[in-house]
């Protein structure tokens, strides 16, 4: 085994052959969120087969090299392609085998200042990152798992999420195909209006939907009343095994219509037609955690791993 840096041509064609990868790693997503200068791919390598890959996102900031998350992208980290083994005697240690894996990344992974990345819900240890002085943060996400073999959704849904969905079916109607631009306006609108300044802009909110309306991995759906305002709306993008829930934005003015509800409804019952899984992506914020769960999703760790090439800048992040 060795760890090797691969091409962003060549990911394109690893992310193709292996769809499973979390949607956040895939080609089609981190192409369309920053430059492509602003990413390097490790990959580890054995008997001639890329069996494991790592994104990492690279920026610079007052001189110091950062390697983060970029925007709106819930995790990245190591993904293990099980498929490409010719070897199966390597995963009869499942984590032995990623330790190795794992180590080789770290001592692969360039000079920073200072290191952040969500890692994916599938991987489930760090260890090789503690044993080289990383720290850690454990978040939460909900997930439904098996959506698609579930006949009535509603049966997991709380009380209070069902009686929201019955009153906005009574005056809403669901888009499907609701506009990119309209949308991000719609979020941008409905942020101001609580004071909160948008994360991202409008021409990256159209990339990233266009790279992933050309794959089918991306949607959007809105719920509008008989006057055609929108109440809420989703942008959702999908890899073959989950659909992610990744922005939500509900008018400040209709927040008791139930069309926040409705429109999560509405792309859970999309969700099974796809995939295996729907994904709330999840929220550390206490109010936004309680309406995730009474979805009936199962809650899920995933790791926040990071790391700083002094105190100082320690000390900066904490500030």
Avoid at 123 to 143: C, D, I
Avoid at 146 to 174: G, M, P, Q
Avoid at 234 to 263: H, Q, R, W
């Amino acid at each position: 085994m060795k760890a090797k840096f691969i091409t962003l041509d060549d990911y394109e064609v690893i992310s193709k052959d292996h769809p499973y990868i979390c949607a956040f790693s895939q080609y089609w997503w981190i192409t369309s969120i920053s430059s492509k200068h602003n990413w390097r791919i490790i990959a580890i390598e054995h008997e001639g087969l890329i069996i494991a890959i790592m994104p990492l996102y690279f920026k610079t900031k007052f001189g110091l090299i950062l390697i983060s998350m970029p925007k709106l992208t819930q995790t990245l980290g190591p993904s293990i392609l099980k498929t490409n083994f010719t070897n199966r005697n390597l995963l009869k240690d499942k984590v032995g085998f990623e330790n190795k894996i794992y180590k080789l990344m770290i001592d692969a992974i360039p000079k920073y200042h200072f290191f952040i990345q969500n890692f994916n819900v599938e991987v489930t240890n760090w260890l090789p990152f503690f044993w080289r002085s990383f720290s850690q943060t454990t978040r939460y996400t909900y997930v439904i798992r098996n959506v698609n073999i579930i006949d009535d959704i509603k049966i997991l849904f709380d009380y209070s999420k069902r009686k929201a969905i019955s009153r906005a079916e009574k005056s809403l109607n669901i888009i499907y195909d609701y506009e990119p631009s309209a949308f991000y306006d719609h979020h941008f609108k409905s942020l101001k209006e609580r004071n909160i300044k948008i994360s991202y802009t409008k021409d990256e909110f159209i990339s990233i939907y266009n790279a992933g309306k050309k794959n089918n991995t991306a949607h959007i759906l809105g719920a509008v009343d008989s006057n055609n305002n929108v109440h809420a709306a989703l942008f959702l993008i999908t890899d073959s095994e989950t659909m992610y829930n990744v922005i939500s934005t509900v008018m400040p003015c209709y927040k008791n219509s139930g069309a926040s509800a409705l429109v999560v409804y509405e792309a859970i019952k999309l969700s099974k037609t796809k995939v295996q899984n729907f994904d709330f992506e999840g929220s550390m914020n206490e109010g936004i955690e309680l309406s995730f769960r009474q979805f009936g999703g199962v809650q899920i760790p995933f790791f926040t791993i990071y790391s700083y090439s002094n105190r100082f800048l320690k000390f900066l992040h904490l500030i």
